[in-house]
């Protein structure tokens, strides 16, 4: 085997992947007459819808900004409590609290990390209805949770749901009718959200989506994405002539580049294709940890309703669990392998700590993040780099540091 020192290059847990062709699609976009709001804007969105199976899709500056645009079109406010999972990245909380709202956490299902419908419902049960305004599932690693279920279970207490989808563009479920549910395509969720962070596996630098199927929520998030101003003459109280426009909200700046789109509509063009290398890797990964004792890998939320036994998982990521995580953290770093952890429970870090959540609330969640470690995962992995990641993982393991 090649030592890493051989290898030339740290190898990260994620990475983007610029082709030429994004280049020139960029370049293009910045000889034209547009950097902001252009054209691209709209050909991404429609772009974009087409491949989740949404009706609608509103592009904005980033994951987080996307989420607070759902809160927002779904009336979040001092008097609403919302329950999410606290394996996320906290904007999946935030969002809510920037509303005023009360973000309450679900423990997860041990074996995907997903949030754990039935804890779920279990909360919602214990509570008189309406005492619950919603809830955002998080599809995290790329794997798809099940909103068939949690949709059932959200019309029964008048819930909505935000499913935050930044991880798994190109996942799906199967539902009970054994029909593919594309990640975003809102036949389950009210709204759904993406990123286009350059880890993830459609990349503009920073970057969000928004999709639904709901023409009332679009028109809402075309409004607070744009400062809650309009120009459309239709939905004007006035019309002083073309120069004219009016705020009828209170919105914000959440517009994304004409030129940030182009490069989404570039990278969205090989998206399958980055997909389908993702999957591979997934699959050399489970078969050199299969049957190794002390190297636990995170189940699938789909097996049991898959036709073929295809999960649709989107891997974002490739997450093991091993008793000793910063020993092997450590380890890998000196071989210049730079793995990560996916997530700090979010109810443990001190700002949620401070509206009333403690450690010791969601056992297994923070059973979780004393055990897991993501792996490198990303299209342009060379073999040779996956081997070594897998032998020193390996090595690790086998010695019992």
Known sequence: MTQNSELKTPIPYGRQ???EADIAAVVETLQSDFLTQGPKVAEFEQAFARYVGARYAVAVSNGTAALHLCTMVLGVNEESRVITTPITFVA???CVRYCGGTVEFADIDPTTALIDINNVRQMVESKPKGYYAGVIPVDFAGNPVNLEELRQLADEHGLWIIEDACHAPGGY???SRREKQLCGNGRYADLAIFSFHPVKHIATGEGGMVTTNDEEFYKKLLLYR???????AELLEENHGGWYMEMQALGYNYRIPDMLCALGLS???RAEQGLERRKAIAKIYDE????????ARLGTSSEALSPTGDTGHAYHLYVIQVADRKGLYDFLRQHNIYAQVHYIPAHTMPYYRSQGHQKGDFPQAEHYY????SLPMYPTLTEEEQAFVIEKV???VADGK
């Open 17 to 19: 992947h610029i082709t």
């Open 92 to 94: 999946s909380a935030n």
């Open 173 to 175: 479920f199967y539902d």
């Open 226 to 232: 744009t400062h809650g101003i309009t120009r459309d």
């Open 267 to 269: 990278q969205l063009e």
């Open 288 to 295: 050199a940890f299969s049957g190794i004792a002390g190297i």
């Open 370 to 373: 004393s055990q897991c470690l």
């Open 394 to 396: 390996k090595e690790f």
